[in-house]
């Protein structure tokens, strides 16, 4: 199965136009809808991302991942990295997925992000590289100050990808709500990027209680609970929040 994505780009290079949060958002959610599920409607499971992503047609350029999810990963410096997306010249149209079976051993919930990670580099960054010589692109840097401002916007992009692919505004918000009207947590309307008509938490709320919904969200979309919180911020589901 071939998975399409379309975004607006640069017809020679290949290279992403900048793409405003709502855009990148439904890239992610069109990824996702392509997602094979069988045991939970709300949790992606890194082998169903793996296998919907094992080729991709990227604006017409089409993409075969190799993914190796077992082996030990290092950068150039020899150090641990997380995981590495790279494209090789002598493997033109194919793009080299690792990440790091070492480091990811007993998290699950830190091999699925990684993968979203890379998945976010395949999607974006190798379209333009097919052709070129070798780059990488790692989840795990030594600082960002080695970073270049191109690369900065890379990881950025990359990591809002993530985010949004495996814990998406509107399902967040559902259960969300679920699990507060269950705890009998006060809800209050406020602008959010969530589900419409749906209220959010109030910004009052006891902070062990927030702590056990953000802790039942995380085991929802199998994530842990700092993802949870982040996203709960990014989509405005705490009132008063950023």
């Known amino acids: 199965m071939t998975t399409t994505i379309a975004y607006p780009h640069d017809a020679a290079t290949g290279l992403p136009e900048p793409l405003p949060t709502e855009a990148l958002w439904g890239i992610a959610a069109r990824l996702r809808a392509g997602v094979e599920r069988q045991q939970s ?7 169903a991302l793996v296998a919907a992503t094992l080729r991709l047609e990227v604006n017409g350029r089409t993409v075969a991942a190799r993914w190796d999810l077992i082996n030990r990963v290092r950068d150039e410096a020899g150090r641990d990295v997380l995981g590495i997306c790279e494209t090789d010249p002598q493997l033109p149209g194919v793009a080299l997925l690792s990440v790091n079976g070492v480091m990811v051993s007993g998290r699950p919930d830190l091999q699925l992000s990684t993968i979203a990670h890379e998945i ?6 190798v379209p333009s590289t097919l052709l070129q010589p070798s780059r990488r692109y790692r989840s795990v840097l030594a600082g960002p100050e080695v970073l270049s401002r191109a ?8 990591n809002e990808f993530m985010g949004v692919l495996l814990v998406p505004p509107q399902p967040l ?3 969300l709500v679920q699990a507060a009207r269950a705890e009998g947590l006060r809800m209050v309307h406020a602008p959010h990027r969530g589900r419409p008509g749906l209220r959010v938490l109030a910004p009052d709320t006891p902070p062990e209680a927030l702590a056990g919904v ?6 929802d979309f199998g994530v842990s609970d700092r993802f949870i919180a982040v996203r709960l911020r990014r ?7 950023l």
Do not use: K, M, N, Q
């Open 214 to 219: 953000t802790a039942a969200l995380a085991g």
């Open 41 to 47: 409607p709300w949790a992606l499971s890194p082998h």
């Open 120 to 125: 976010g580099h395949l999607v974006f960054d």
């Open 173 to 175: 918000h559902l259960r």
């Open 151 to 158: 690369e900065a916007r890379s990881e950025r992009r990359a």
């Open 235 to 241: 989509y405005r589901l705490i009132a008063g929040g």
